[in-house]
């Protein structure tokens, strides 16, 4: 099984900055990587895959990067509709799929 | 829309069983894998089952292997998972998601705790 590990485990950040995650993979999963937000009290949404390849709907704000076993995501500025928990997720060896255990975007 | 609605979830006593189903709508349900990952409280996703578009294969977690048991109706785009023997490490959120890498889309999710 594949162990997606990601760090930090929890960022506090303010409105306006740049926030950049890591997700790194315990052997090389290619490019077979995607990224979820979620919010308290909701279901995971799609955010990328590919891993860059950007969900319906993502705003342009969001990017998403790496290859191999390091993978990054990046929101060039947050917005306050940003503080949630991003989860990264391999696909390229299944089953299992496996995610990583989450990064939470707290307010400073 | 693509919506899939969880239910079946609710309080039952370890060792005992319950059946969870996943409503689907807003697509062909019968083109695409259909997946369940759950939740613990306060915890990450992890993988549970997926089972291809005609049903002719399933997986299943590993540590699940032998007491749940994914199963799926086209006829009435309807996805079950079927949890024999709880325990306690089995009390999650289930969540029903479309396809089997990607999940793309994911209903809210059905609540399970087991405890005496």
């Known amino acids: 099984e594949v162990v997606m590990t990601q760090s930090p485990a929890t960022l506090s950040v303010s409105p306006g900055e740049r926030v950049t995650l890591s997700c790194r993979a315990s052997q090389s999963v290619g490019d077979n990587v995607a990224w979820y937000q979620q919010k308290p009290g909701q279901a995971p949404r799609l955010l990328f895959y590919?891993?860059?390849t950007r969900a319906t709907g993502v705003p342009a704000r969001f990017r998403g990067s790496g290859s191999g076993t390091e993978f990054t995501f990046t929101i060039s500025s947050l917005q306050s509709e940003d503080f949630a928990v991003y989860y990264c997720?391999?696909?390229?060896?299944?089953?299992?799929?496996?995610f990583g255990q989450g990064t939470r975007l707290d307010n400073k | 829309e693509v919506q899939l609605v969880e239910s079946g979830g609710g309080l039952v006593q370890p060792g005992g069983s319950l059946r969870l189903s996943c409503a689907a709508s807003?697509?062909?349900?019968?083109?695409?894998?259909m997946t369940w990952v759950r939740q613990a409280p306060g915890k990450g996703l992890q993988w549970v089952a997926n089972?291809?578009?005609?049903?002719?294969?399933?997986n299943v977690l590993d540590s699940v292997k032998g007491r749940f048991t994914i199963s799926r109706d086209n006829s009435k785009n309807l996805v079950y998972l079927q949890m024999n023997s709880l325990t306690v490490e089995d009390t999650a959120i289930y969540f029903c998601a479309r396809d089997w890498l990607v999940p793309d889309y994911w209903g809210q999710g059905t609540l399970v705790i087991v405890s005496s």
């Open positions: 590919g891993p860059s």
């Open positions: 997720q391999q696909y390229n060896y299944w089953p299992p799929i496996t």
């Open positions: 089972i291809k578009q005609d049903a002719s294969e399933e």
């Open positions: 807003g697509f062909s349900f019968s083109s695409y894998w």
